[in-house]
């Protein structure tokens, strides 16, 4: 089949796919040099798909980034948007530091051979036994997130810890309610106007063992305003300087946003560093270290969905449904934020998309609902439908509803792929009864 370049050339372009992504001579999608309709053959379906070097090309676009701009940062990976042993392998050689909101994700960190020192440890409840297993370890930081939090650790600890306070600047951008954290009203954090931000500060220094060498602050995620960080930043100044205190690392967060259409126009990689940093130097002198956590930027648009079309249904003058195999077992946000995506026929890439759709997922559920009216190439039974930008939390969120095995986690890279998180089987849905 010959692809005529225009046609093609939106795949290519577009930033929904991974860098690099495009229409190969059979017409098929192709992501990092290995052809998606092949791979589903050989990988089976649904399947989570990466282009690995588009992941690491990010990690270094935050680093130099970061550089060209002051010598005193860290880039901090979020690992619960996609937490498996290889991905915190590629951070850890890509130099960055990593953050773990619980004691699997700091097991899998502390597996991938993190040094504990780079390893920030967060969560809003975090367990007794998580918390010795932290310490144990020697990680590097501990975030704050509670007074309750405060009296166990200094009871827990014989020795120095060095902590940061997180706090809820009060600030509230333009995201869905379920990802907004930096508001007055949220289970994270010390709030600024309510004064338990002050009263945190003031408890952590009475304590001999919990070191405060800083401050956490996220007011959210997907976020493609750069106004509110700003002003995040500037509360918290105020904030250190109400309670004297000279901040050595000030954590601003992540939050930033990625394209899940091809409409969508998030900042820059540059232009959300350079807000930050410029931000911090404005109103801090002298500035402390600054501190970013991306995780959706990283590997959002990095990774597709790759599913098997098993019916078609016309129920005309309605609406056509294409069912695939797999749904909100792999693929939540759409369930849980009524979140939008792209979605193409891969064996078809490269036709003009004429079918307007609904992809249905194959679980008891009416809502199980990927795709939304989307414009398709005449769908069939057997085709390889793919969503683009689903590297963040597809994996992370994954659930075993309806008895459905996990898909696995494949890693594409100049035309070669590997598995580095297995197909689930049923026998492992049995592996835990007694």
């Given amino acids: 089949m010959n692809v005529d370049a225009d046609i093609a050339n939106p795949i290519a372009a577009s930033p929904v796919y991974p860098a690099g992504s495009r229409v190969n001579e059979r017409g098929h999608l192709e992501i990092a040099g290995c052809d998606v309709v092949e791979l589903a053959e050989r990988f089976g379906t649904p399947a989570y798909i990466y282009a690995e070097d588009d992941i690491r090309g990010r990690a270094e676009a935050y680093l130099r980034a970061f550089a060209e701009r002051t010598d005193s940062f860290e880039v901090i990976y979020a690992s619960k948007s996609l937490p498996c042993t290889a991905v915190y392998e590629l951070m850890r050689d890509a130099g960055l530091s990593v953050d773990v909101a619980s004691g699997g994700e700091l097991h899998m960190a502390l597996a991938a051979g993190f040094d504990p020192a780079r390893i920030h440890m967060h969560g809003n409840n975090k367990s007794e036994r998580e918390l010795r297993y932290a310490f144990e370890a020697g990680v590097g930081h501990l975030i704050l997130d509670s007074f309750d939090e405060i009296e166990l650790a200094d009871r827990l600890l014989d020795g120095p810890q060095k902590v940061l306070i997180r706090v809820t600047p009060g600030i509230k951008p333009s995201t869905h ?48 305003e750069l106004e509110p960080y700003v002003k995040a930043i500037e509360v918290i100044a105020d904030f250190c300087q109400s309670v004297d205190l000279q901040p050595e690392l000030l954590n601003v967060g992540g939050g930033l946003g990625i394209a899940y259409l091809d409409s969508d126009e998030p900042p820059s990689i540059e232009d959300y560093i350079e807000v930050k940093v410029r931000g911090v130097h404005r109103v801090f002198d002298p ?57 193409v026929i891969a064996d078809r890439a490269g036709e003009v998309p004429e079918t307007l759709a609904t992809i249905a997922g194959m679980h008891c559920e009416s809502g199980d609902v990927l795709v939304r009216d989307t414009e398709l190439a005449l769908p069939r039974v057997g085709d390889v439908l793919v969503t683009p930008a689903t590297g963040a939390y597809g994996h992370a969120m994954a659930n075993n509803y ?7 986690v494949i890693f594409c890279r100049d035309g070669e792929a590997r598995v580095v998180v297995r197909r689930e089987t049923w026998d492992d849905l049995l592996v835990r009864d007694e």
């Fill in 287 to 343: 500035a402390p270290r600054i501190l970013v956590e991306p995780g959706r930027s990283l590997v959002g648009n990095a990774g597709i969905t790759a599913y098997r079309v098993g019916t078609v249904k016309e129920i005309p003058g309605v609406r056509t449904y294409v069912a695939v195999d797999g749904g909100m077992s792999d693929n939540l946000r759409p369930m849980l934020y009524g979140s939008r995506y792209e979605a």
């Fill in 402 to 408: 309806n008895g459905v095995p996990r898909p696995p």
């Fill in 177 to 224: 309610d379920y990802v907004q954290t930096g508001q007055l009203d949220s289970k994270f954090g010390f709030g600024l106007a309510d004064r338990l931000a002050e009263r945190a500060v003031e408890r952590v220094r009475k304590s001999a063992n919990l070191e405060l060498v800083g401050l956490h602050a996220h007011i959210g995620s997907q976020i493609f």
